[in-house]
């Protein structure tokens, strides 16, 4: 399942109300409120990982990997501290990526992308990017 953390994480903000009796850490031990380090309610775990796909802005050629820090690869990516491919054909730029909440996950939509039939579903996703 995939999560956007985004939404969810400014629905939970607006449903707390933060004060200083109810953060973790208070005088009176309490824990409720929002609390971005407690996972039992909050359905988007600290780390995400990500599956990103990348065109070269230098002849358009495209590369599918997966991260748990998709700025920090980005700038490896284009600091050639990448693979072979991906020095060569640099600089890149993000054209799509996926959040999930467990490596696993990510791992196995990596994998599914880089199929033929993966490759042909994430053209469909990016069907206005391609013909725009």
Known sequence: MIYDCRFILKITNRKSKINNSNIRGS????????????????????????????????????????????????????????????SKNGPWKVIYYEAYPNKKDAQEAEKYYKTGQGRMILKRKLLNYFNG
């Open 27 to 86: 005088s009176n031990g309490r824990t409720s409120g929002f609390d971005p380090d407690y996972r039992g309610s909050n359905p988007c775990p600290r780390a995400m990982f990500y599956v990103y796909f990348l065109e070269s802005i230098k002849n358009q050629k495209h590369y599918t990997g997966f991260t748990d820090d998709l700025k920090r690869r980005l700038i490896e990516h284009n600091a050639e501290m990448g693979g072979n491919f991906t």
